[in-house]
């Protein structure tokens, strides 16, 4: 285990214990939820590099090798209309181009980009895929300089231990005045106030930030990029909500009923939705 400076005003010293978190997968370590006097949160201590691989290596992880099941193919119907959702908020930018999707996981975006008529690189140094098009990078030092127009990073910043490694680096790579996505689970979400620790989100050890939109604004304004928009991601909390209940009768009532609640509450402010993404501009 290690412990992490702040990753927002690099303090060590002014972090207080807001929640204890099992793992989802295995109830036998508890870790700790803190937050900073700036605002941040983070999972602190943390697993190191070296040895976070193995928790990712669980079955049930990763939602798409469920596609036999009912909750598979829901998932995947969701990711589509996600899919489409980020594909009209890229078009705001630029109808085509060169992208980075960094962190793309099982190349699922990478091949729905790539079908519009988008040129996709992807940084993904853990997992394989047949989807991947493109170049496929593993070493954050390949990564070139000033050679995309937008670069995403749907549900991966969370998991980055070297955070200011790549944040620099991820600035090198964008052209002049070019666009940076974000999509990360929402620590301000409706449904966590209820859930507590049970908060899938929470995914300890393997999520190592919990942002809001004040904490991610911060983080990157650090890194020279500025806030142009931010939206819900409104299927993301029909997820959260599912997978942090129990899959029993009562549970599943509970959790219908939260299901309403958190969606009233997004409505009246997108604040409270499980998830959001931004977009960022890099300055200059
Ligand atoms: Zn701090």
Redesign the pocket.
């Known amino acids: 285990m290690e412990f992490s400076?702040?990753?927002?005003?690099?303090?060590k010293e002014?972090?207080n214990i807001i929640e204890q978190v099992n793992d989802r997968f295995s109830k036998k370590d508890i870790y700790l939820i803190q937050e900073?006097?700036?605002?941040?949160i983070m999972l602190n201590p943390r697993k190191t590099e070296e040895k976070i691989f193995k928790h990712y290596n669980v079955n049930n992880y990763h939602p798409n090798n469920r596609s036999s099941s009912m909750f598979g193919c829901l998932y995947k119907f969701a990711q589509r209309l996600n899919n489409e959702f980020k594909l009209k908020i890229i078009k705001k930018y630029f109808k085509t181009g060169k992208a980075l999707d960094f962190g793309g996981g099982d190349g699922q975006f990478n091949a729905f980009l790539t079908k519009h008529n988008w040129l996709v690189d992807t940084y993904e140094p853990y997992i394989k895929s047949r989807l991947f098009r493109g170049k496929v990078i593993n070493d954050l030092k390949k990564i070139e300089k000033n050679k995309y127009d937008l670069i995403t990073m749907f549900h991966s910043i969370e998991h980055i231990h070297k955070i200011d490694e790549t944040l620099k680096k991820i600035k090198s790579a964008l052209k002049k005045k070019c666009i940076l996505i974000i999509a990360i689970p929402n620590h301000n979400a409706y449904e966590r106030f209820f859930l507590k620790e049970k908060w899938v989100a929470y995914d300890a050890p393997r999520h190592l930030y919990h942002f809001n939109e004040k904490t991610i604004i911060m983080l990157l304004k650090k890194y020279g990029f500025q806030l142009i928009e931010k939206k819900p991601l409104l299927l993301d909390t029909f997820y959260n909500v599912i997978m942090s209940s129990q899959f029993n009768f009562k549970s599943v009532l509970k959790s219908t009923l939260l299901l309403i609640k958190s969606i009233f509450a997004i409505i009246s402010n997108n604040d409270r939705s499980s998830s959001l993404i931004f977009t960022f501009r890099k300055y200059d």
């Open positions: 400076n702040c990753i927002i005003c690099d303090s002014s972090f900073c006097s700036c605002g941040m």
